[in-house]
């Protein structure tokens, strides 16, 4: 009996549910189907979450979870190439270098000149990308019409000879030196962009021009009254020939950004061609 009360002996098997019959007039709903059990698979790379083919996404609408440092695989089978909208659809910054702003505004024509023999360091960094057209033909003009004096046999001819053939024979002499500044500046430029150099012509032979007749000035002046085969004057112009090499070397070296070896070589035949026309009284 109490093997009966505590249900010993009994089917433990919970009953089952019978199917509840539908009311008359409607068809039966057929019975439940089990469902189907899919292997769960390990969600793939650049799929769903839940292993189904990620074109298709979640059959039951889930919110897919995306992960920031999750990347996809591009061309390979299973997952599909992402692509992004370039901001700079031209390329432009891919190997591409702006041109170097310049360092300073113009500097006028007396900070400029004084630049040179004062402060020439930062006066040649500020000037490297502005062209001195203006100062440099004038003074080299200027600088031209007055060397004539400084050698002995060119002022006598100068001096004795009328005052109609003097004039245009002093002219001729300083577009001479304005043509020799120029194409002695321009070979420096030419062999400093070989050797390297990254400058602008216009600066370069410019400030040359420049650079030349500035140091040469102080010969000059005293030649005027002592004459170019004095000693002093010679000592003098060697000086300022020194004086020049450093200067054209310190120009170069700010207007291309080159070490001071190669701006001295590519200062080296402004500087004979200084030494042996002027310097030395060749002319």
Sequence with gaps: MAGFRNGRGRDNRPPQQQP???????????????????????????????????????????????????????????????????????????????????????????????????????????????????????????YGLLAIFGFDKARDEAINATLSTAIPYVLMTGVGFVVAGLILGAVTHTLARQLGGSGSWQPTVGLSMLIMSITDAPRLVVAVFLGGENGLVQVLGWLTWLAA???????????????????????????????????????
Excluded: C
């Design 245 to 283: 090499g450093a200067l054209f070397t310190m120009m170069v070296s700010r207007s291309h950004d080159l070490p001071w070896p190669k701006a001295l070589g590519a200062s080296a035949i402004q500087l004979v061609a200084l030494l042996s026309l002027i310097k030395l009284g060749m002319l």
């Design 20 to 142: 509840q019959q539908a009311p008359y007039g409607y068809n039966a709903a057929p019975p439940p189907h089990p469902q189907q059990q899919w292997p769960q698979q390990a969600p793939q790379q650049g799929g769903g979450g839940y292993g189904e083919p990620e074109y298709f996404g979640d059959p039951y609408g889930a919110q897919q979870q995306h992960h920031p440092q999750q990347h996809y695989a591009a061309n390979t089978p299973g997952h599909t190439q992402m692509f992004s909208v370039n901001e700079d659809p031209y390329g432009a910054g891919a190997g591409y270098e702006a041109p170097a702003a310049p360092t300073g505004p113009r500097l006028h024509w007396k900070p400029l000149l004084s630049g040179i023999v004062l402060r020439p360091g930062p006066t040649f960094l500020q000037m490297r990308d502005h062209a001195v057209w203006g100062p440099a033909l004038t003074v080299t003009f200027l």
